[in-house]
């Protein structure tokens, strides 16, 4: 999702133009021609959209776009990487040919993200993820699962949406028994997953292998029928619906489960690094910049960790002192989890408090934007099959035309695990003025091409989230001691992010020592700490992109604070990050100081 630096070319041909802006060239020549190349630009990168949800459907989906609804190509398949492989090839070296001669604001600025987003996909193909497609965190298993409850984006409004869905669904069993033939295949090459994560995936498989297809998670829309629908298409629907689970899904997923059982996981390696896997220390250097959009190495990101962790550390002190707790940090750590009242009772008194704390925030938030997504959100719990390998919090981005409302999934699996105190910092990050602000108002800058629209950079979306977060008392709240002290065991969740997940995939540390380091620096419960420990397993890189980003968005602040002094206006800074959709890091700052420059 993320993507190579932009050309150094970029900052030299913007100069002090706001991005915002078509800028006329100096000659009648070239003013005439920068229109034409501009249009020409703009109809390829609309084409490479359209022809790249004719091969990610489900994409086409999320996005709220019902034209693919039922389709499904196994997206595993030689063939099918091929495709991607000629599609992305094919659309930069025509970009390329066209060239950016002329170009000025939005227009160059949305070629250098589409070249350099084309070429970021070419190399990633570079690296065999194909051989291993799923671990606890995400797979195709779950995805479907989740799409075909009915209640996420895959819509179930009319007879042709479950007709669709029906047509899709039995597209299933083919891309699980690809992704056998892929792990086969891995295994066959030394290019396994963990065996420890691994395990964690046939509790999920399980969840969808069901006697029957009413204790099925397919069979959520059968349960939920519009009442519109005739008597004779409900129970044409529910005869068809249970015969997909019952013929089709629940054998596939058993399958998938049988073979993970007996014959991948006897096979799967020991180690848990991606530099533990041929060409892995590649791999990995590429997930890094992938995830941060800068050329730090991992050495010099576990060294922003440590040091990261010790000056949060001191931030923790002082809330120790205030609320008169005695000894030593981690003495504060365990009397905070030792405390009954930092915990809820029951999942219902979780989500009542998080919908309470958001009629809190909405009427603040004008204070420090001037600007909102149209779109609305929902706040729900995570889906129990997947609950216990699944993050603290998700958010899934609204649809195209705002119908399908953004949502903020809230993890209430094992309580104990889901303190009070990190409530008002997760609310902050997952919703307003978090994801929902950052991607839904990307989603609805309809003059920008749809690649950009619907793409994102992870340090930037997390960066701002974690950015966000740190908002909490220009916004009035954090006000109680324990919910600041949420508020920095979230930020030093961030840091030791940077430390683990290099320590994993570049140091060779083990699970125990993730999990030793862990418990020695924070208020991590034994759930959160495997889980999040195991996610860095899963997915190497994408940890890292949360403080790397929110370091970024922080410094330049800083910087416009210094230089403009009185003339700072907060608004106008938000206005300019996020306006123009998510960007690299490197071109963030060089839009930020030239918008510095521009209020002189």
């Avoid at 249970?242 to 998938?256: C, G, H, M, N």
Wanted: glycine content about 6%; aromatic content about 10%; hydrophobic content about 40%.
């Amino acid at each position: 999702m993320t993507r190579k630096l932009l050309v150094l070319t970029l900052v030299a041909v913007l100069g002090a133009c706001a991005t915002t802006e078509r800028v006329a060239m100096p000659d009648s020549a070239s003013a005439q021609a920068q229109p034409s190349r501009a249009a020409q630009l703009d109809a390829l990168y609309d084409d490479w959209f359209e022809a790249n949800l004719k091969l990610n459907p489900l994409q086409a989906t999320q996005n709220g776009d019902p034209r693919y609804n039922d389709q499904l190509p196994n997206m595993l398949t030689p063939e099918h990487r091929e495709r991607v492989r000629v599609l992305n090839s094919d659309y930069l070296q025509r970009v390329q040919a066209l060239g950016d001669q002329g170009l000025a604001g939005q227009d160059l600025l949305s070629y250098e993200l589409f070249v350099r987003t084309r070429q970021n996909d070419l190399e990633g193909l570079d690296y065999p993820r194909h051989l291993a497609p799923l671990n606890q965190f995400f797979s195709f298993a779950s995805q479907f699962a989740i799409l075909g409850s009915g209640t996420t984006a895959q819509p179930f409004k009319t007879v042709t949406d479950y007709d669709n869905w029906l047509k899709r669904a039995h597209q299933i069993p083919a891309v699980l028994d690809q992704s056998i033939v892929n792990m086969r295949e891995g295994i066959r090459q030394g290019i396994t997953q963990p065996r420890v994560i691994m395990e964690k995936v046939l509790p999920q498989l399980d969840a969808q292998i069901v006697a029957q297809a009413s204790d099925s998670t397919f069979y959520g829309p059968i349960k939920n029928l519009p009442a519109d629908f005739s008597a004779a298409e409900r129970e044409r629907l529910q005869g068809e619906f249970s015969a997909l689970i019952e013929k089709d899904l629940v054998p596939a997923y058993r399958r998938l489960r049988d073979f993970i059982a007996s014959e991948y996981l006897p096979a799967a390696r020991t180690s848990i690094g991606l530099s533990a896997l041929p060409n892995g220390p590649a791999w990995y250097a590429f997930q890094v910049r992938q995830s941060t959009t800068t050329k730090l190495s991992p050495e010099e990101i576990h060294q922003i960790g440590l040091d990261e962790v010790a000056r949060i550390h001191g931030e923790m002190r002082k809330v120790q002192q205030t609320l008169r707790i005695p000894g030593s940090l981690n003495d504060f750590f365990a009397a905070m989890q030792a405390n009954p009242a930092n915990y809820f009772a029951s999942e219902d008194e979780l989500l009542k408090a998080y919908r309470d704390f958001r009629a809190t925030v909405q009427p603040r938030l004008p204070e420090l934007f001037d600007i909102q997504p149209k779109a609305d959100f929902e706040i729900r719990p995570v889906e129990a099959f997947r609950a216990a390998s699944a993050a603290g919090g998700q958010y899934n981005a609204p649809s195209e035309d705002g119908s399908r409302p953004g949502i903020f999934y809230v993890n209430t699996f094992d309580l104990k695990s889901r303190p009070r105190w990190a409530l008002e910092s997760l609310y902050l990050h997952e919703a307003t003025p978090g994801h929902h602000f950052q991607i839904a108002l990307q989603r609805e800058l309809t003059d920008l091409p749809r690649f950009r629209r619907f793409g994102g950079e992870t340090a930037f979306a997390e960066g701002w989230g974690l950015y966000a977060e740190s908002l909490g008392p220009e916004l009035g709240v954090y006000t109680d001691p324990a919910m600041h002290f949420g508020a920095l065991s979230a930020e030093l969740w961030r840091a030791i992010r940077l430390v683990t997940d290099t320590g994993i995939h570049a140091k060779g540390w083990t699970r125990q020592q993730v999990l030793d380091y862990m418990k020695a620096n924070s208020a991590a419960g034994d759930t959160q700490a495997v889980s999040e420990a195991e996610r860095f397993i899963a997915i190497p890189g994408q940890a890292l992109a949360y403080k790397i980003g929110e370091l970024k968005i922080r410094e330049l602040r800083t910087r416009a604070e210094q230089t403009l002094g009185e003339r700072f206006d907060i608004k106008d800074f938000h206005r300019q990050v996020l306006q123009d959709g998510s960007l690299p890091l490197d071109v963030l700052e060089a839009k930020i100081d030239r918008w510095i420059a521009a209020q002189g």
